[in-house]
Structure formats: C-alpha cells, structure tokens
C-alpha cells in the first residue's frame, strides 16, 4: 500500500513537499510526524505498519526514542467549513478542509411531512403529540448538534495523533462579547455579550459576503454605510449598517433621488447572518470543552494572515491560528474531507405506491439505494481504468463512479456511467468521510 495512493496525484513532482505522516509508538502513543519517503521506507523494511489511513497514520513495530518538538494546532471553525492546521516551530506539517453536511434540515423537512401525511391519512383521529417529548439537557436541533459534534470529532482526532499540542481556535470571524463590554477578558465571557464597532464592520462585511450592495462587485474598498441616517434617528446596529463601496457611496446617492436615500425611505432589510448563531454556539461549547485551548476571532486572523503572505483558504486561517511567526517549509499539498449521507435511501421508496399494501421492494430504483454490493461500499476510493474516483451508486452488476471533480469515469470510448465490479481496484474505505488530498 502506497501513502501517495491517498493522494490526488501518483508522483511527487520536483521540489513539492509533501503532508507528513503521522506516527504512533508500540503503545499508541503519538509521536513526531515523518516525511513521506521515512514512512515508505519504514513500511517497506517491514518496522512499521499502516495504523489508520484518515489521516494517514503508521505504528513503529520497534521501540524508539521519543524526543518531542512544540506543535501547535489551529482551528478554523465554521457552519460548513472547517480549516485545521499543524505547525511546529517554523514549519506546516499538515493542513486542510473538512466540509459538513448541509441537508440534515431538509431530510429532518422531508421525513415529517412524509409521516405527517400518512398519519393524515391511516388515522384520521390520531391525537397530536408533538411537543410532548422531553428533551435532554443542552438539546441542540440536530442540524446543528451535527456540525458540532463533527467539528469536536476532528479537533480530538488530530489531538490524538500529534504529542501534547497547543490548541489554538478560531470561533468565529468577530467578537461577539466585546460589543457590549470592550474591556471584557478571561472568565468575563461567560456573562454576556458584547459590541466593539470594528468588530461590527466586519460582521457587515462577513454578512454582505464583502459585495457592494448597490452595484454588486467585489474587491472595492467597502463602507459600512447607515441604512437609516444618524441624522435621522439611525442606529450602529447591524441590522441598520450595509456594505457599500467607494464608488457608490457618495453624496448624491444621500441625497433625495439617490439609491441610499431610497433606501432610507424604504428601511432596507438586510439578510439575516444565521452562521452567527451557531458560532455562538461553537464558543460556549468550546469554552467547556477544550478550558486550555487559546480561543480567537477572525478580527485577530485576517491581520496575521496577511504579515504571512498567505492566501484567503480555511486552512491558511487555521495556519495563522495555530500561532506560528514564520513559515519556512509549507506543504504544497493540502488534505480534503467531505462529510455525507452514507447510505441514499429514498425516502418515497418506504412507502407503497398507487393504491399497494406492499411497499415498492422491487422498484428498480431500489438496486440504488443500498450502502454496498460485492464487496464495495457507497464512497470507497477506487480505480478504474488508471483513474481516481469514488463510488457514487450502485446498479445491477456493477455501480457508479465520479471523479474528484464530480464527473463520472465511463469506460473508454463508450457513453453508459455503469462500470462492472471486475474493473474496480479497491483503495481504500471511506466510511461516512469522503477523503481528497489534492493541491
């Protein structure tokens, strides 16, 4: 088994360096990553075996010295995204994205609107019970206790895998709690929250997705402009603030006829910031659970990240969160992880159809919506026809598969997406992560 087998490329080109691997002891206990060629070379002399394969982790079969560096982790957290990052002194050891699911709502939507219709329809007289369940200390609505309880499995994981690390996160791109109290420190952010108008701006910005909300362009220079004057009565909210660039924001859009002056009249709605809800959430859960941990804001990220010369990603964040000053050796390789819905089970298909008392268990459709089939699970890593891709379906005979920009590997000079079991070469599982390391 090859480590660059992971990888979305099969050979390392000239001068690119590589994510190490990390290392476990003959008692589990983490040690300092390794360079790829180390870890190949470990495997082949038979002084080391595979431990885990996301991430790819190796155990020495050996006993070894077990002299240990300063590392540091840093945490991106976010409602979709999650940028993580492992430094050591002056060097990035590993870094990449994890995506979370985003349709836990919509199948929860799907899923009541199916029961409350067949409800509906087979007991007519069925007495309401919603509502009527307890609900268990600090319930979260599933959607959300998904993000979270994904975000703290990631963080524990890779605090699993290094020696004794320096948790740095990232919980959210503004303080919330200095709005109110710019002085507030330490323990004092349990006791409320708080507003510092720069702090503000930058919530707008993050809002508006730092657009012009009259001529709808990025990379301007942005105002935070007062929907409803100061003049008037208007507020430092940010329900009353929008982003407005430069060019836009002159005198004569203030005066009567103008597009702001409009909006005035109007009171303007702006969209609501729903991502801001569940980074409160992200902090107070972070406080109690990780009490070590340096907790930080995007207002303090962006500034860093830019001293580094380090372009805008989730995982460039999570570098300058970890707390390094310089970078002298920086992966040209960065890890991708994708949460999803392992098993596609059609909701429609649980129910009977067209007047049955069966349920439709012979639909073709059905062939589908199972989770494996010869051997292979929904999402394995594979290759097919010397490409990379992961299975997406199953059909009679064989399955489907996509490569890592979502197009389907057909075979050669043939139009049909199904491709027989006997042409897949498995690499690798998957289980209900999606692994892509890609440059």
Not at 10 to 37: A, I, W
Not at 366 to 384: A, C, M, Q, W
């Amino acid at each position: 088994m090859k480590i660059r087998q992971h990888c979305r490329r099969g050979t390392t080109l000239k001068g690119e360096r590589n994510l190490r691997v990390f290392v476990k002891n003959q008692r589990n206990e983490p040690l300092m990553p390794c360079s790829n060629k180390k870890a190949r070379q470990l495997l082949k002399d038979n002084k080391a075996e595979i431990f885990l394969y996301n991430p790819f982790t190796i155990r020495l079969l050996y006993a070894t010295g077990e002299t240990n560096q300063e590392v540091n982790i840093g945490v991106d957290t976010g409602a979709k995204y999650i940028g993580i990052a492992i430094t050591s002194q002056d060097k990035v050891l590993t870094k990449g994205e994890i995506e979370l699911r985003q349709d836990i709502s919509d199948n929860i939507t799907s899923r009541s609107m199916l029961r409350r219709g067949r409800r509906t329809r087979k007991l007519r007289y069925r007495k309401a019970r919603f509502l009527n369940r307890k609900r268990v200390e600090k319930w979260l609505p599933p959607s959300v206790q998904s993000k979270l309880n994904a975000t703290f499995l990631w963080i524990d994981k890779f605090i699993s895998l290094v020696p004794n690390p320096n948790l740095s996160i990232e919980v959210g791109k503004f303080d919330i709690a200095k709005m109110i109290n710019p002085d507030i420190k330490g323990e004092e952010y349990q006791n409320g929250d708080c507003k510092d108008y720069y702090d503000v701006r930058y919530f707008v910005f993050a809002r508006d997705n730092y657009t012009c909300q009259v001529c709808k362009k990025k990379n301007k220079v942005l105002h935070t402009h007062h929907i409803v004057y100061k003049s008037k009565g208007g507020t430092d909210r940010a329900d009353n603030l929008i982003s407005v660039c430069t060019d836009c924001h002159t005198s004569e859009n203030h005066k009567q006829g103008g597009i702001l002056y409009e909006w005035m009249l109007k009171k303007k709605k702006v969209k609501q910031y729903k991502e801001a809800t569940f980074m409160n959430i992200v902090r107070k859960r972070t406080f109690s659970k990780y009490p070590n941990a340096r907790i930080t804001y995007g207002s303090e990220t962006t500034p860093k990240r830019k001293e580094l010369e380090l372009d805008k990603t989730h995982y460039n964040d999570a570098i300058t969160i970890s707390g390094i000053k310089s970078i002298k050796e920086n992966s040209n390789e960065y890890f991708y992880y994708k949460q999803f819905r392992k098993k596609k089970r059609s909701l429609h298909e649980t129910i009977p159809r067209k007047g049955l008392k069966q349920k439709n268990v012979n639909a073709v459709r059905n062939n589908k919506n199972v989770k494996y089939s010869s051997g292979f699970y929904l999402n394995d890593k594979v290759n097919v026809f010397g490409k990379i891709g992961w299975i997406s379906g199953f059909c009679s005979g064989g399955c489907y598969v996509k490569d890592i920009e979502d197009n389907y590997i057909t075979m050669p000079n043939k139009n049909y997406k199904q491709v027989g079991f006997k042409r897949l070469v498995l690499m690798c599982h998957n289980n209900n992560w999606q692994f892509i390391c890609t440059r």
